[in-house]
């Protein structure tokens, strides 16, 4: 388990605390619509921490060609089951060296906003190697009061509820996050570390691996797509 992370509930975790049976089972929500609307059709996609295959799904179901890259062997035995047509790859990120780029690279789960700068720095430097020169890189971003909006819940339509239930400040600008997700038959929890970031320091962080914002296509900012910056000389 990753320091300042846990998860609890009935089956596996994984080392950041996520439950595969919790994943496999929570709804996708915009995510698709989002990639769906900045990515050309058909186009070759590398997702990032795919986790049981809640996005791969339905962008499989739209024609992309998917890779699905995740460092569980049992999120990983999800999305394969689910999604046949991905093709998976069991890495973590940071170490991710796939012998090809691809069209879009997408790193979901506010995963950007890991605690650790060295990590994130990796993960966003393997969005920049694995991404065409004209290629686009989707990244997921907090809101803007994620941190401040606590408590909060969110009933889901389909019969479950998820509690933000605690954001508690720790030192150097990273918050302890304590989530609920509640269903008839089941409850998990899960507690991990999240540094919030101003749009200035996420695009610092962009510039620093190589990669520029070129718009945020949502209105909440919560999305960022950008392009690689060209090598000069």
């Known amino acids: 388990m990753r320091n300042g992370h846990q998860g609890t509930g009935p089956g596996p975790i994984t080392p950041d605390g996520c439950a595969v049976e919790l994943y496999r089972r929570l709804s996708v929500g915009s995510e698709p619509d989002v990639i769906g609307a900045a990515v050309p059709a058909g186009a070759t996609l590398l997702e990032l921490g795919s986790g049981a295959g809640r996005v791969t799904v339905p962008l499989v179901a739209r024609g992309f060609a998917v890779t699905a890259v995740d460092e569980s062997a049992e999120m990983l035995a999800a999305v394969a089951e689910r999604a046949p047509g991905a093709r998976t790859v069991h890495s973590s990120i940071e170490a991710l060296r796939l012998p090809r780029r691809f069209d879009a ?3 979901g789960s506010f995963l950007v906003h890991t605690a650790d700068h060295r990590s994130r720095q990796a993960l966003l430097e ?17 809101g803007a009061d994620y941190h401040d909006d606590v408590p909060r819940e ?13 954001s508690e400040p720790i030192g150097d600008g990273v918050d302890r996050v304590f989530a609920e997700y509640l269903f008839p038959d089941a409850r998990w929890t899960q507690t991990f570390l999240s540094r919030p970031l101003t749009r200035e320091a996420f695009e ?11 718009r945020y296509p949502t209105d909440d900012g919560t999305w960022a797509v950008a392009r690689p910056v060209p090598v000069s000389g």
């Open 105 to 107: 690279v997408v790193l």
């Open 126 to 142: 393997t969005c920049r190697r694995h991404v065409k020169d004209d290629g686009l890189v989707l990244i997921q971003r907090e």
């Open 154 to 166: 969110r009933r889901d339509p389909a019969g479950y509820t998820v509690r933000i239930v605690s």
């Open 204 to 214: 610092g962080h962009l510039a620093e691996a190589g990669l520029a914002v070129d």
